[in-house]
């Protein structure tokens, strides 16, 4: 983006601001890929018993999936910055400039978009401003101090992740700068994630048979099973 050839000038208008955000906007695609592998806990419980857990440390893949989200927010963060100050050149344009810079969009004869449009009154702008808003809760609520006093809290704003995908697809729609790309980044991860999900489905109807159980006067009891588990039993 800052040394190809282009035709619509937009490198002349936001100078390397337009460098910055679209590679902002593919490295935290690519988090966000990442982060929905480090969730199929299924998955991984296969993958490790193959060679590879020889070699890659799934049992970490909790400590990964905060590694990850770190640099997800700060990709995000330069991403969002980057597009303030893009929005604020764009919008000091002149009506025959923005024709040229937004071939997808049409705008009347006499109309010059302020900045305000282009944060409300695009979808763009909106759903960025949405995503904003919905990363900004998930990650308040995913702090140590808040998963220790409210832990279901944090269960349940962690799936706005679902609304978070979702509006990142809508937010690359309009074809302001680009083709939207994210799908290229995440459509292998979704589908892993989905298998995952199945697979936990399926196992959360399979019974478990109980071989042996044993009545202790503490009140704990053993009980073993056919998948050599054990599990203990409190009394209440």
């Known amino acids: 983006y800052r040394y190809e050839t282009e035709h619509r000038d937009l490198r002349r208008v936001m100078g390397a601001g337009i460098a910055i955000t679209r590679g902002a906007a593919g490295a935290l695609s690519f988090c966000m890929a990442v982060v929905l592998l480090t969730v199929c806990r299924n998955v991984i419980t296969v993958v490790r018993e193959t060679p590879l857990g020889e070699f890659i440390?799934?049992?970490?893949?909790?400590?990964?999936?905060?590694i990850v989200a770190l640099f997800a927010a700060f990709w995000a963060?330069?991403?969002?910055?980057?597009?303030?100050?893009?929005f604020y050149h764009v919008a000091t344009q002149s009506q025959e400039g923005l024709n040229c810079l937004f071939q997808e969009a049409v705008?009347?004869?006499?109309?010059?978009?302020?900045?305000?449009?282009?944060?409300?009154?695009?979808?763009?702008?909106?759903?960025?401003?949405?995503l904003v808003a919905v990363m900004s809760i998930i990650y308040v609520f995913a702090l140590p101090c808040f998963m220790k006093r409210a832990y279901h809290a944090f269960r349940?704003?962690?799936?706005?992740?679902?609304?978070?995908?979702?509006?990142?697809?809508?937010?690359?729609?309009?074809?302001?700068?680009?083709?939207?790309?994210?799908?290229?980044?995440?459509?292998?991860?979704?589908?892993?994630?989905?298998?995952?999900?199945?697979?936990?489905?399926?196992?959360?109807?399979?019974?478990l048979k109980i071989l042996n159980a044993d009545l202790l006067p503490s009140g704990i009891s053993?009980?073993?099973?056919?998948?050599?588990?054990?599990i203990y039993l409190r009394k209440t």
């Open 57 to 66: 440390p799934f049992d970490s893949a909790i400590t990964f999936h905060k």
């Open 77 to 86: 963060s330069l991403h969002t910055i980057g597009h303030c100050v893009n």
């Open 107 to 130: 705008f009347g004869s006499n109309f010059l978009p302020s900045i305000s449009y282009w944060f409300y009154g695009t979808i763009t702008g909106l759903t960025g401003i949405l």
């Open 156 to 207: 349940l704003t962690h799936l706005l992740n679902v609304a978070f995908y979702a509006l990142t697809v809508l937010h690359g729609l309009p074809k302001l700068l680009d083709s939207p790309k994210f799908w290229y980044y995440v459509i292998g991860a979704v589908i892993i994630f989905v298998i995952d999900r199945i697979m936990g489905m399926r196992q959360e109807y399979k019974k």
């Open 222 to 230: 053993p009980c073993s099973s056919m998948s050599q588990l054990k």
